[in-house]
């Protein structure tokens, strides 16, 4: 099983919809959760933080369950500024924090 | 924030050969890190560049296979030796200005293809 598991898509909306991603991780030790984002051809950049009590940022909400292990993105009114791919990524839970990354869930939002 | 530097942007190399990626940061951090970035694939972590000791490998990496130096604070090199055409990927440095945050701020990526 893969450390943390997306789902690769590809989504394709059109703009204006909700779209939303999950994540599972396998590391029941991980405690810091984050969305990267990633546009064609450039380096990924840290979208969000995710939180215990969940969390949103504009159109943006993410939310956490530890019990299942289990990360979510929500976007709303989406944008075709948008389209990009979204990691997951989460820390190994030691004080040095190793990130790991998700393979990434492409979304294209087309008009 | 802080801002990377990366050179060579891109490189086209041949079978056998070795490239030399360089990692410039504009400010001092302590800890700095390589990742592969394989076609369609998302980061794999090679190693952490350690300021003044040998860098930290993950599993799968070798440092006969990726020499990393860190001179200081500001600067890394990751070698790629001896390539096969399987180590064509994007090669991203990545600095974090406080560890265990989660929050990383990477170069441009050198794209490696090897022939």
């Known amino acids: 099983r893969k450390e943390v598991e997306q789902d690769p898509g590809p989504f394709n909306v059109p703009e204006g919809a909700t779209v939303a991603f999950n994540c599972t991780y396998s590391?029941?030790?991980?405690?810091?959760f984050f969305w990267y984002r990633q546009d064609c051809r450039k380096e990924p950049k840290l979208l969000m933080s995710v939180y215990s009590s969940g969390n949103e940022d504009g159109r943006f909400t993410a939310q956490l369950n530890r019990a299942s292990q289990y990360i979510s993105l929500l976007i709303r009114d989406s944008k075709l500024s948008d389209s990009a791919t979204y990691l997951c990524?989460?820390?190994?839970?030691?004080?040095?924090?190793?990130?790991?990354f998700g393979q990434g869930t492409i979304l294209t939002v087309h008009p | 924030s802080a801002v990377i530097s990366q050179k060579p942007s891109r490189d086209i190399c041949q079978r056998g050969t070795s490239l030399t990626i360089q990692c410039q940061v504009d400010?001092?951090?302590?800890?700095m890190f390589w990742y592969r970035q394989q076609p369609g694939q998302s980061l794999t972590l090679i190693a952490t560049a350690n300021q003044g000791s040998e860098a930290t490998y993950e599993s799968g990496f070798v440092i006969d296979k990726f020499p990393i130096s860190r001179p200081n604070l500001t600067f890394s090199t990751l070698t790629v030796s001896n390539m096969s055409p399987e180590d064509s990927s994007i090669y991203l440095c990545s600095v974090t200005p406080a560890p265990g945050t989660g929050e990383l701020f990477f170069g441009e990526g050198s794209r490696l293809t090897v022939l």
């Open positions: 590391n029941s030790a991980s405690q810091s």
């Open positions: 400010s001092q951090v302590t800890m």
């Open positions: 990524v989460v820390n190994d839970g030691t004080s040095y924090g190793k990130l790991t």
